[in-house]
């Protein structure tokens, strides 16, 4: 049953309690206050009867009672009818009717009241709308006779009748008040609670968007207010869990990635030993073999040593990638005038352009940032080597620097052999060569880039590739200036 046909199951039960229990007790105070006049009414007569009768037996001539009420009764009987306005009826103290008011109307049978007031009690006797009163007529010494009054209730009956009606009507009048008062409370009280509900439903959907909205002072106002902050924190609960989540999968991603890429370099770096630890092998036996050839010594010796020097530089940058990757870069900041640091590389790597028959032009802009000298020499020296080996005969590499707002760029621009647009984001990846053979014939490893790109993020800057009109690359470090 719902809450609503409860209450109003209640409220009809209290209302017809209390309205019958008031009735009750209305309809007996009536009836007693009734009785209470009757007896009171019908008392006064019999003492003025009582009077008449007295002064008229002491008064009259001495006989004894029974023959003085046989004698009068029936006079008596007619005068006091005539001034009560109700049937008067005398008996003597046998019992016998002596005199009646209205004497042609039947005979009344209450011989038990009749009796009663023979041993001097009042008694009374009702039949229908009528009643009959009986009282002894007590005289000087003894008993005279019982008078008898006959009278109707009809008046009183009626007015009963009409309170009861009354009493009816008003009761079913405030059940029906009260139902219909009682109900509209309870609608609102059961609106606010379906409200209620309903917040509780969307939460449990996992809808926190939405609260009761229930503008209530009382408890129900203050259960809204505790469910609205529930779904609050239970909102901030289950998105901190998501983000947690989120976190969490993209941490294991990132793990998974780690651990590939781990695999790979080791995959790498063994193969890349392999190759030129090969070639020493082969000349070694060579050199065993032919103890007497001199060009041959020449040659292997030459390449032995070549091969050696490629190992040694490989196994440097291994070293100092993989100690990047794992331990606090050794960083020691400091104000760096790139003009003067870029003029002083170029002068430095002018003979290996000369040498390889390029040009080598700058066209430099004072600029100063806060940096790792060593880093930065380490990066512009390595990008540099790279635009003059990956370079046409006759090319030319120019470095150049530009303010863009609060950063300066760096730009190695060669007339070289290009990457093409598809491989320019694997270049800085480690061991990762565009022309393997290229690369080995320029004692190459794929790692100078890999090394560029840490170094560039330590100093917080960014390394991009673009074209160089129609041949060649631009390399562009872009540093935040000082
Ligand atoms: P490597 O030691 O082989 O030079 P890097 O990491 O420095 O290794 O370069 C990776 C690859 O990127 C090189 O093998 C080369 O193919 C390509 N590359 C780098 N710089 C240039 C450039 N300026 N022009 C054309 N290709 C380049």
Redesign the pocket.
Known sequence: MSLKGKFSLFIAALLICTIGLLSGFILKGVSGYQREQLEQEMAKRTEAAAARITQQYVTGTRVDSRTFIQLQGPNLAMELGATTGIRVTLYDNDGLKSGDSMPMAADVNAADALQLALRNNIAYVTEGDTLDYFAPLQGPDELIGVIHFQTSLSAQHAFYRHIVILLLVVGLSVLAVGLAIGLFYMNRQASAITKLKLSTDRIRQGDFLHNADLQRYDELGELSQGIDAMRLSIHLNVEALHKEKANMFSALQRLQLLEQQQKQFIGNVSHELKTPLTTIKAYAELLFLYKDDPALIQDSSEIIIKESDRLHDMLENILRLSAMEKYEFNHQPERVDLKFLLADISTRMKGKADKLGLTLLTDLQPANVWADRESLVHIFV??L???L???RPKGSVTISTRIVGEAVEIA?C?T????PLELRSR??EPF?????D??RQ???????????KQFVDKQNGTITVRDNGKF??C?VVTLPLA
């Open positions: 390595n990008l080597d790279n635009a080996k990956y370079n190695f060669d070289g052999v290009g990457i270049i800085f990762y060569t565009v022309n393997r290229r690369a320029s004692g190459g490893s794929g790692l100078g880039l890999a090394l560029v060649g690359t390399f």
